[in-house]
């Protein structure tokens, strides 16, 4: 009987793994931000519909984040915003890692560029977003040099031994910005998150220090803020509508067709980094199976 319960275990634990192996999370996308909620704003529409699809996604926030706020401070800020973010990767479906360098002072230094290469190999992952070294914050520019200085070595063995080197360089994706030099942004893969945007809003409000707090404080529009929490989410959503350029129109247009494009209302869009795997149309269809449906 014993033994019999036994062979049971083992068929029904095989059973398991062979099916946690099949499952489509073939695809594994690491999104690496500054601050805790910068990959929320570029990419958490597309990240809640790719892990609804049981794709694998981390967020990953280079700094502690800090700095940013203008009566909080330090260690105890640091732990507000690791609460905030974790909460926000359970609205957004990814785990949310926030690595603990200082917000503010963040330099392309090896350390860190360590730091960052073992996260995306850690995460086996097949694509990497980040933002542009273009950018009006230094530690948003200093995030896009880091990774561009990781998307090679993550497949160099002997660069930070300890953790095993990818065998196939990721795709490398930019976040869409706004920045003109010295050359703008251009997008490649344009996703429609109409469906998800409120979704997305909800999920980014759990960074209440950021999107209550901090960012009206330094935008000059603190008062603007509404002080019931129950006109706290239009409001936002209002503000994190973001402009769709002709640029992105277009790219909405090549992907879904000019039927579609004209119903769309958000969008988040990418640009291919030169410096990973290049992929062509299918493999972005691949990445991103929403595209087009
Ligand atoms: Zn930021």
Redesign the pocket.
Known sequence: MQKSIHILFIIVFCATISIAQTKPEAIRVIMI???P??CDGGGGGTAIMLSSMGYAVKFVSVTNGDA?HQIEGGGSLAKRRMAEATEAGKRFGVTYDVLDNHDGELTPNLNVRLQIIRKIREWNADVVIAPRPNDY?P??RYTGVLVQDAAYMVAVPNVAPDTPPLRKNPVFLYFQDYFQRPNPFRPDVAVDITSVFDKKVYAMAAHESQYFEWLPWIGGYANEVPASKADRLPWLTKRLSRRITPEMMQSIEKWYGKERAAKVKNVEAFEICEYGTQPGTEEIKRIFPMLGK
């Open positions: 931000g500054a601050h909620d910068d940013g914050h530690d948003h």
